[in-house]
Nanobody
Framework: QVQVVESGGGLVQAGGSLRLSCAAS????????MGWYRRAPGKQRELVAA???????TYANTVKGRFTISRDNANNTVYLQMNSLKPDDTAVYYC????????????WGRGTQVTVSS
């Protein structure tokens, strides 16, 4: 089993920055990909950014150039640095830890609220 806990959400004005953190515990050696998803009011959950164990990253087009995901394998932590925030970034952000082998499993945090005021 893997547990993940997010921190770092809050209220920020448009143009501001926030950094989210996600700490994983348990069978962390089994984690392949860690990522951030978000769910805005009335919308489906979407991938924001993800990073593999080797450091390969992927981003949603809407956040490219503004958000940066990084991973500290030694401390089983993933970060999401969010700059130039927009009101459309307002959502609950969820951390995900994905195990791919021997069978695919996803572990989710409870989420952290990010609110960007205009």
């Amino acid at each position: 089993q893997v547990q993940v806990v997010e921190s770092g959400g809050g209220l920020v004005q448009a143009g501001g920055s926030l950094r989210l953190s996600c700490a994983a515990s348990g069978r962390t050696f089994s984690i392949d990909v860690m990522g951030w998803y978000r769910r805005a009011p009335g919308k489906q959950r979407e991938l924001v950014a993800a990073v593999s164990r080797s450091g390969t990253t992927t981003y949603a087009n809407t956040v490219k150039g503004r958000f940066t995901i990084s991973r500290d394998n030694a401390n089983n932590t993933v970060y999401l640095q969010m700059n130039s925030l927009k009101p459309d970034d307002t959502a609950v952000y969820y951390c995900n830890a994905a195990v791919l082998v021997p069978r695919s499993r996803d572990y989710w945090g409870r989420g952290t609220q990010v609110t960007v005021s205009s």
